[in-house]
């Protein structure tokens, strides 16, 4: 059954790092998401791509982050200046259509030092 | 501004008690309802789906209902299984589909269960 895939599973990175969080989602889906959940707390929107530019993002998502479909496959989260409260599960998700069925991967746990 | 509200937020049942999580919302326009099971350090897993139009659905021991005139929501989990310990989401999505205002999640429940 297909799904989407993230990778790593973890990181840990030092504060003012760099990291890219890796997706791979579903191949024939169009529209792709990042979503964070902070421990304890409930899944916050970051991002949605569709048509490889930004269609939606939150206040969240600031100069700091960016996104990017480099080829066909991959979909990347970059966090360019990491800081501690970034430490949180990532969770990439897609969709076949913008208001369908919405599959999440596993998630990448950021833990910042 | 959309909300989804879920209560109770915690719930500790015995193996093979049925239970029921409720769910509020107010998101508009509206397009559909989700439940997601997410296991803890996982990512969520789809439930069910339901539209405007669809009053009760089912998978397996799920049974998820929709009210959209009072914009209520409830999912059944019968005969609990240790397995069921997770949380609960509900997300809402708006007509405009994929965005900030797309998918609105709540805070969850989060079910225990006890052999």
């Known amino acids: 059954e297909p799904e989407v895939t993230q990778t790593p599973s973890h990181q840990v990175t030092q504060m003012g790092q760099e990291v890219i969080l890796r997706c791979v989602p579903i191949s024939n889906h169009l529209y792709f998401y990042w979503y964070r959940q902070i421990l304890g707390q409930k899944v916050e929107f970051l991002v949605s791509f569709y048509n490889n530019e930004i269609s939606e993002k939150s206040e969240i998502f600031d100069d700091q982050f960016s996104v990017e479909r480099p080829d066909g496959s991959n979909f990347t989260l970059k966090i360019r200046s990491t800081k501690l409260e970034d430490s949180a599960m990532y969770f990439c998700?897609?969709?076949?259509?913008?208001?369908?069925?919405?599959?999440f991967g596993q998630g990448t746990r950021l833990t910042v030092v | 501004k959309n909300q989804v509200e879920q209560s109770p937020q915690s719930l500790i049942i015995l193996e093979g008690k049925n239970c029921t999580l409720q769910?509020?919302?107010?998101?508009?326009?509206?397009?559909?309802l989700r439940w997601y099971k997410q296991d803890t350090g996982r990512g969520p897993v789809s439930l069910t789906i339901m539209t405007f139009s669809e009053n009760t659905k089912s998978n397996g021991r799920y049974t998820a209902t929709l009210d959209a005139d009072t914009k209520q929501s409830s999912l059944h989990i019968t005969a609990s299984q240790l397995s069921d310990s997770a949380s609960y989401i509900c997300?809402?999505?708006?007509?405009?589909?994929?965005?900030?205002?797309?998918?609105?999640f709540g805070k969850g429940t989060h079910l225990i269960i006890q052999p």
């Open positions: 769910c509020n919302y107010t998101v508009s326009p509206f397009s559909n």
């Open positions: 997300v809402v999505t708006s007509y405009s589909g994929g965005g900030a205002d797309g998918l609105t």
């Open positions: 998700a897609s969709s076949r259509t913008g208001v369908g069925e919405a599959f």
